[in-house]
């Protein structure tokens, strides 16, 4: 493969993240990177979109011969504070991101993760422990720029924060993961950074703290809220480690914080046992609940990570029996479950029983009239897991092909 | 009036005070809120089940008959207007509420469910749906889904889009497929976001899950009228700044107010007031005060002739009667009334609306404006005698240099009305030939035999070879 004009010569870190037999193609600019995928469709050759390789086990297939980077699609293009908006080029570090927005007092109301590129996280249709309260990813993007396997670009929606021009392509394409088109710019909006945040969290026994969860849950409070089990426990500031516990983070104007933290002692059965954390550490809890439900930094790692998606109301059971299935198979499950969503991140770190794990949670998805997925598995276990035709597969693969007919991207 | 032959198969399956053709039946038809259009149907089947759906569907793409779907024909885009030789789908009957989850905090609802009626139903169990057009106790939640609506509350909450969790549709073929549901992630790209605002082109949405929302136990209103409407804008502006999030944030201007001075609808404004402001906070009153507090400073700042406040149901509803009127207000200035729907950057509102106002005086008609403005999209109000065709032809010129005009501060040329007929050809303002090809051929892998609502939403270059029966 030789270097054109437009492309850079991938780092040895970047190729290193690849592996040293994987070609990476490294494009400058959307004309080089059309050239790119042009070359690809016209050699055969599967490709798969990447950032800083962040995520390679969620992205779709692992084993594209040759990835194309879009890490020199690095700048922060349109920022506009006043109008609450950002354009940004789809190779932006997520950790330079959160830091130029927080120079301004602003934030992507979602938690991002330390590690990958904006493009990156859209593709993945990341969740957000903070979900709840400020919507999916897909409500903040107000739109994207990409570019097809044909070499075509295209964008949909803009910069303005209401917008029902043309089909939501740029909706529609959060959580594609890099199946259908190689983006390079998303616009998000933005918020203010909260004044401040309380976290509060319960360490005790199963039932009593499921009580807590649900009380607090239909509280009508505006809680960010989980039950945690096991590793996920340990995610809180009082360094005891795994265990049990139920976490309640409130974030806004200081008044008003100060009034739902009163309103969740009110409704606790046992509201003297609540340890209280503020600021900063609420927010390095949120930090580290969001690395907990992240692949782990090495893919090759025996460590499985699953989402598990239901309704609300089923979320403690579904919880309960996703980690009853993964025990029976003498596994050990790591829960963080939120029951204002239904999301349940589920850490398993045993490499033997992955496999096992994910035909289990698959039942109990079933049960519980929801949808799990695998987020990490190691390459191993993954080459054997198989996919499973969801509602509207045909569909979306129709719809995808109009993006990529050689099918290049997937 | 005489019906083609596959038409008289398909009548024998609908009693038939269900299946409508005759002339003056047809007529309430011919469009919807956007009158510059009218097109009556060859038929029309009042449908009051997914199974009847199906058939009407199947019967279509097998006699390959254009099919549109249509809610209570309150769209402003011309969204539900017939197409020639077309069946219309009225959805007006599938008004079941199937199902309140309030735990889960979701609905599933038939598409021709009053807005309003969802939210009386979820309030006894403290909940709200929150998108609110100004036509909520009219327009159907599957006619909001088809052109994404949204509603001055939208501010805060978000539009239709951001509160469809699920949708059972009927594709062109007459296949049914489900798509999202009650939960929160998705397994792959997410058909739910495609299909909402795609204005029936994909088919016709039988069953929507729609997301619920906590009823605020608090609500806060006040108005600050002022003298002029760059003041009005600047405190928009610097509210935006604030990093308050309003649950609305309305605009008046001097024109719409001497309508709605004039009508039955009066709410007192002063004589000199050229722009009124209308702010509107909910959720939990502890911390409220502070929020007002700094909005009544950012107003006062920009000297406002009155400021008025409303603490309780009633004075709320008193503070809202000029925007709630305006519309029927503008019925009293002239015999028509185009409804113009464009957004733009909020920090680009007030010279924008300098252009607008420009537009209006350089093609001699008259516009006022009713706006979202927390989200900056402007309803420029063109009023007009219809009858009149040097009239409408400035009329229809004046809006499309409008929509130009927010396109060129950055924004779009709809944020809430959808694209429909009306603005179909601007669509390459915001959009290039790759752009509209590749949505273009998303609808045509959707809808290979062009008959679901065809030529809605894009220039439509295909309308000329599609087969259509008179």
């Known amino acids: ?410 | 009036m005489s019906l083609p032959d596959p038409f008289r198969e398909l009548a024998r399956r609908f009693p038939a005070d269900r299946f409508l053709t005759d002339r003056t039946e047809l007529f309430v038809y011919e469009c919807d809120g956007l009158p510059v259009h009218r097109q009556p149907p060859a038929a029309v089947v009042l449908c009051e089940t997914r199974d009847e759906v199906v058939a009407c569907v199947k019967w279509c793409a097998a006699n390959e008959v254009p099919f549109v779907p249509r809610g209570a024909g309150t769209g402003l885009s011309g969204g539900a207007t017939p197409v020639r030789g077309c069946l219309l789908l009225d959805l007006n009957r599938m008004r079941a509420i199937r199902k309140i989850d309030a735990r889960s905090r979701y609905a599933v609802v038939e598409p021709g469910l009053i807005n309003v009626r969802l939210t009386e139903a979820a309030k006894p169990h403290g909940l709200m749906y929150a998108p609110d057009p100004s036509s909520q106790t009219a327009c159907t939640l599957g006619g909001n889904i088809a052109e994404n609506s949204g509603g001055p509350h939208c501010l805060k909450y978000g539009v239709t889009i951001d509160h469809v969790l699920g949708l059972e549709v009927v594709l062109p073929d007459g296949e049914v497929v489900r798509l999202g549901g009650p939960i929160a992630d998705h397994p792959d790209h997410d058909l739910v976001q495609l299909f909402v605002g795609a204005e029936g082109t994909f088919g016709v949405v039988t069953e929507i899950t729609l997301r619920l929302t906590p009823d605020p136990p608090e609500v806060r209103t006040f108005l600050a009228i002022f003298d002029s409407m760059a003041k009005a804008c600047r405190t928009v502006t610097e509210i935006t700044r604030s990093g308050i999030v309003p649950v609305a944030l309305e605009i008046l201007d001097r024109r719409t107010i001497e309508a709605v001075e004039a009508s039955v609808n009066r709410a007192g404004y002063p004589t000199n007031a050229a722009a009124v402001l209308l702010v509107e906070l909910d959720g939990f009153a502890a911390g409220m005060d502070e929020e007002e507090r700094a909005i009544v400073e950012m107003a006062r700042a920009n000297e406002p002739i009155e400021l008025r406040s409303a603490r309780d149901p009633a004075e709320r509803v008193a503070l809202w009667k000029g925007r709630k009127g305006a519309f029927g207000a503008m019925g009293r200035v002239d015999t028509d009334l185009y409804v113009l729907d464009g957004v733009v950057p909020r920090t680009a509102l007030e010279e924008t609306l300098e252009k607008v106002y420009e537009i209006a005086d350089r093609y001699r008609v008259k516009v006022s404006n009713v706006f979202h403005a927390g989200d900056g999209n402007l309803h420029p109000n063109i009023s007009y005698d219809g009858r009149d065709a040097d009239v409408t032809a400035r009329v229809l010129a004046a809006g499309e240099e409008m929509l130009r005009a927010c396109v060129a501060a950055g924004g779009s040329i709809s944020g809430e009305h959808g694209i429909g007929l009306e603005k179909r050809d601007f669509m390459p303002l915001l959009f290039g030939e790759g752009d509209l090809a590749l949505m273009t051929g998303i609808r045509d892998a959707i809808d290979p035999e062009g008959i679901a609502n065809p030529g809605k939403g894009f220039p439509d270059r295909r309308a000329k070879r599609r087969k259509v029966r008179a």
């Open chain 1, 1 to 410: 493969m030789t270097r054109r004009d437009g492309e850079r010569v991938a780092s040895r870190a970047e190729q290193a993240l690849f592996g040293d037999d994987v070609p990476v193609v490294a494009p400058r600019d959307t004309a080089a990177l059309a050239e790119s995928l042009r070359d690809a469709v016209a050699q055969g050759v599967r490709i798969r979109p990447a950032g800083l390789g962040a995520h390679p086990a969620e992205s779709d297939p692992v084993e594209a011969p040759r990835v194309v980077s879009v890490a020199a699609f690095d700048r922060i293009v349109a920022h506009s504070p006043d109008d609450f908006t950002v354009g940004v080029e789809a190779g932006v570090p997520l950790a330079t991101l959160r830091a130029e927005l927080a120079r301004h007092g602003q934030e992507v109301p979602a938690d991002l993760p330390a590690t990958g590129t904006i493009g990156g996280w859209v593709a993945r249709g990341a969740v957000s422990p903070r979900q709840g309260r400020h919507g999916p990813l897909a409500s903040l993007v107000l739109g994207v720029e990409g570019v097809r396997t044909s070499g075509e670009t295209f964008r949909s929606g803009g910069m303005v924060v209401k917008n029902v021009a043309g089909y939501a392509l740029h909706k529609f394409l959060v959580g594609s993961r890099g199946t259908s088109a190689v983006l390079t710019r998303v616009n998000l909006r933005l918020r203010q950074l909260p004044e401040t945040r309380t976290l509060g969290f319960l360490r005790g026994a199963a039932t009593e703290l499921d009580e807590a969860t649900e009380k607090l849950a239909t509280s009508g409070l505006e809680p960010v809220l989980f039950r945690l089990e096991g590793a996920a426990a340990a995610t809180l500031p009082d360094e005891r480690g795994p265990g049990s516990a139920v976490a309640f983070l409130f974030e806004g104007n200081r008044t008003r914080v100060a009034w739902q933290i009163e309103q969740a002692h009110s409704v606790l059965p046992n509201p003297g046992a609540v340890t209280r954390a503020t600021d900063d550490d609420a927010a390095a809890w949120l930090d580290r609940l969001v690395a907990f439900g992240e692949p782990p930094e090495n893919p090759r790692a025996d460590v499985g990570v699953f989402r598990l998606s239901v309704p609300a109301a089923e979320t403690l059971r579904a919880a309960h029996g996703a980690a009853t299935a993964i025990e029976a198979r003498e596994g050990l499950a790591h829960v963080a479950a939120d029951p204002m969503t239904g999301l349940i991140t589920i850490r398993q770190e045993d490499e033997r029983r992955l496999d096992q794990s994910l035909a289990a949670l698959r039942n109990v998805a079933t049960r519980h009239r929801g949808f799990v997925r695998a987020i990490s598995v190691p390459p191993a276990v993954h080459a054997g897991l198989g996919r499973v035709a969801t509602a509207g597969h045909e569909l979306r693969e129709r719809v995808r092909r109009v993006f990529d007919p050689g099918s290049v991207l997937s």
